[in-house]
């Protein structure tokens, strides 16, 4: 790969997992709390879309 | 209120193109099936040699049977919570047509021989890039349905056809990077590890992505349509969705566990895998309880039937893939019939039942019409379920046994069972297993029967009517909107969210292998092949070895003993498209090299049950009778040193004269061994080949 002459002072590669834990932790903790503050009305209508 | 025509015609060419391709692919599925205890069954011929149709049954089950159903369904519900006719009827109608004919296109050239050699990826660079233009259209097509819609929110089905749409895309043209050195065949961009690693990052997110994701968009619309009451839990389903495609898209690595691959990105593989349980199994729980209180009706309704036996199998499925993810476990099932077992499970239960049911649902209702025989889809549910189990049990016992006899030593600390005796001890699963597979290809054939009847029966409604507000026209919610509200009412920012999301899962796992060297160490006796082993090599790839054949020896004491030491990531830096291959039906062949003469080969490649009575390998007489086409091989030197393969400049020039001077040497070895043949055959590139095989770490 030629272009890896460029790039190739990446290092420390073990911080990828970790930045990968951050961010799946930060996006699921997000999407739960969205999910709790959700309106019991708005969801009833969204559920019941393919009904109507 | 304003009045239009849900498209219904687009949504009847898909699904009688999924049933047709249904019945074609599984009915390639059940004659491989049983070639492998009857190798009698290939007819010695190259077009109906295992190697070549396994590709033809993966490919046309996977992006026929199951892509055509998933377009069928997900144009009829667009429309329908969307409360629009499709955007194009023209678009549709290109994307249907050229779908079919990337279909047929594809089964030809894979029986040709026409193949990248990587699996589940194997159609040819020109239909790689027919595939991008259609799926292109698709998109338009979708997002312009979306973009007219009369319905404020997307309905979660939505979603998951966006997350499919985005990442299939992604991952088809990074996978697909190639160079052309002929109008039908090229090599891929990616050597060896790496070239492993975007594979199967691409091969696990096929799974995900075509046949996981748009069939829970499939599941979110029909299970509550069947049941008739609203999915159990809209909130689940938001998590399902966003947890789903973030972790999915990391678990790619667990295919190449104990491989050559970095231990840092197998361990971030199989972390993923198992963190997949929650999302998979919040969704499979999602679509069953939504039958709460409605069970009664699953006794009677071969839909219900067919859509809760479809989630069972999605659940079983997505807990035992972690499982096989653990190193431990994966130790012992990898390259065994298990993984077989494992995804025949998804396969026929989850994405087949899935299918019916949909089709069973929307057939009636196209035609205007009831079911034609309730009876028969409930035999068909019967006989399926049968077939099911027929399948999947003889393989999960082949994949015990095998794997058990794979390790087993005597007290003397020796190997206790050849390779061949590992085999002869499965053949009888194997039959079972194609009783299985043809038992639900009958259940199948009673569908189509069935559906046509009920066609028959009915009046096709092409242009369904049916009335909305206009969206200008709808009044907006009172109250303040929550920002991922905002999100799920504007689809193009969903659709770039959504990419986001997929593609930091890909670049973490991709960048840091492609630009770190000490990934790959480097060993200096290995060197680039011959202009005849590459050549050779071609074959091995033509010819599909790779479906039986691994060429990756896992670093544990009875692969050692077996096949010689273990494979290191330096070895295959020169391997476009990378070989390891994912079944060992066959032995593994990474040491084969110098461990029998040219003439062993020769004799076994004509007739395998000569030399190994009992083999169930398929016999290659044409590979002798054939010539090896020699004229293209200064293209492939060339394609191969834009690819940073070493040979020397201009040795494209030169290269057929080494070619000729290795192939006659090899010719006259089988001549002093009572064997009549010349160097212009394409048996000898192959022994070249063969030869060669993990021969460089032991200069």
Redesign the interface.
């Known amino acids: ?2 272009f ?1 002459n460029y ?2 002072a ?2 420390e ?2 911080i ?2 970790l ?2 834990l951050l ?2 932790v930060t ?2 903790v997000g ?2 709390i ?6 019991k009305n ?10 109507k | 209120m304003e009045k239009f025509y849900y498209d219904n015609k687009i949504v009847k060419q898909f699904g009688v193109a999924t049933l047709f391709w249904g019945i074609v692919g599984m009915l390639v599925g059940v004659l491989i099936a049983f070639q492998l205890a009857f190798p009698a069954l290939n007819f010695g011929i190259p077009y109906t040699s295992f190697g070549r149709l396994r590709p033809v049954h993966t490919n046309a089950v996977i992006f026929a049977f199951v892509g055509n159903a998933v377009f069928a369904g997900a144009y009829f519900i667009l429309q329908r919570v969307l409360k629009t006719r499709l955007f194009s009827d023209l678009l549709s109608k290109i994307h249907f047509w050229g779908w079919q004919f990337i279909i047929v296109f594809g089964a030809i050239t894979l029986v040709m021989g026409y193949t990248s050699g990587k699996e589940y990826a194997e159609l040819e660079w020109p239909l790689d890039i027919l595939i991008t233009l259609i799926w292109v259209v698709f998109g338009i097509n979708m997002f312009g349905t979306i973009l007219r819609r009369r319905e404020r929110h997307l309905y979660v089905s939505i979603w998951f056809f966006i997350g499919t749409w985005v990442t299939v895309a992604m991952l088809h043209i990074v996978n697909s990077f190639q160079i052309p050195f002929s109008w039908i065949k090229s090599y891929s961009f990616y050597a060896g590890v790496q070239d492993a690693l975007v594979q199967w990052w691409y091969g696990h997110n096929a799974v995900a992505f075509f046949l996981t994701t748009p069939f829970l968009g499939l599941m979110y619309y029909f299970v509550p349509k069947a049941a008739d009451r609203p999915i159990y839990s809209y909130r689940w389903s938001i998590i399902h969705f966003w947890a789903l495609i973030f972790i999915y898209i990391w678990a790619g690595p667990h295919h190449l566990l104990y491989t050559a691959l970095p231990e840092w990105a197998q361990a971030l593989g199989t972390v993923f895998s198992i963190m997949l349980i929650l999302p998979s199994w919040g969704g499979m729980l999602n679509g069953l309880f939504t039958l709460r209180g409605a069970w009664d009706k699953v006794r009677e309704d071969p839909i219900l039937k067919m859509l809760v036996v479809s989630l069972t199998c999605y659940g079983m499925a997505t807990i035992e893939g972690p499982m096989l993810s653990l190193k431990n476990v994966n130790a012992f099932s990898h390259y065994t019939d298990w993984t077989v077992a494992h995804v025949h499970i998804g396969a026929l239960g989850f994405n087949g039942f899935m299918i019916f049911a949909m089709l069973y649902y929307l057939v009636p209702r196209m035609w205007n019409t009831t079911l034609y025989s309730r009876k028969l889809a409930n035999a068909h549910f019967l006989i399926s379920t049968v077939g099911i189990l027929l399948y999947a049990i003889p393989m999960y016992w082949a994949g015990f046994a095998q794997s058990l006899m794979w390790k087993k030593f005597t007290e003397s600390g020796q190997l206790q069972y050849q390779f061949l005796e590992t085999v002869t001890h499965i053949v009888p699963m194997y039959a079972v297993r194609g009783v299985g597979g043809l038992l639900y290809w009958i259940g199948a054939f009673y569908a189509v029967y069935n559906l046509y009847k009920t066609m028959k029966q009915g009046r096709f409604l092409a242009n369904e009517p049916d009335e909305a507000m206009p969206l200008s026209a709808q009044p907006l919610p009172t109250q303040k909107m929550h920002w991922h509200t905002a999100i799920e009412r504007k689809p193009v920012q969903l659709l770039v969210l959504s990419l986001v999301v997929v593609a930091i899962g890909g670049l973490v796992e991709l960048v840091p292998t492609f630009l770190i060297e000490s990934n790959v160490p480097t060993i200096s006796s290995v060197k680039p092949y011959t202009p005849l082993e590459l050549l050779g090599r071609d074959i091995y790839v033509r010819e599909g070895c790779y479906t039986c054949h691994s060429q990756m020896i896992r670093p544990f004491r009875d692969e050692e003993m077996r096949y010689g030491e273990y494979s290191k990531a330096g070895e295959f830096i020169y391997d476009h498209p990378f070989q390891w291959g994912s079944k060992r039906t066959g032995p593994d062949l990474h040491r084969i090299g110098g461990k029998y003469p040219d003439s062993w080969h020769f004799t076994h490649m004509r007739d395998p049950q000569e030399i190994s009575p009992g083999s169930i390998m398929p016999a290659y007489p044409w590979l002798i009778k054939n010539d090896l086409y020699t004229a293209n091989t200064p293209a492939k030197i060339r394609a191969m040193q834009k690819l940073g393969v070493p040979y020397p400049e201009g040795y494209d020039q030169i290269c057929i004269q080494d070619l000729r001077l290795q192939a006659d040497s090899i010719a006259l070895a089988l001549n002093a061994a009572q064997i009549k043949t010349s160097g212009d055959k394409e048996i000898i590139a192959l022994i070249a080949y063969l030869q060669r095989l993990g021969t460089d770490v032991k200069k």
Not at chain 1, 34 to 39: A, I, Q, R, T, V
Not at chain 1, 42 to 51: G, H, K, M, V
């Open positions: 790969m030629k890896s790039l190739k990446i290092d590669v073990s990828y997992p930045i990968s961010l799946f996006v699921f999407v739960v969205y999910m709790y503050s959700l309106d708005q969801i009833d209508e969204r559920a019941n879309i393919p009904l």
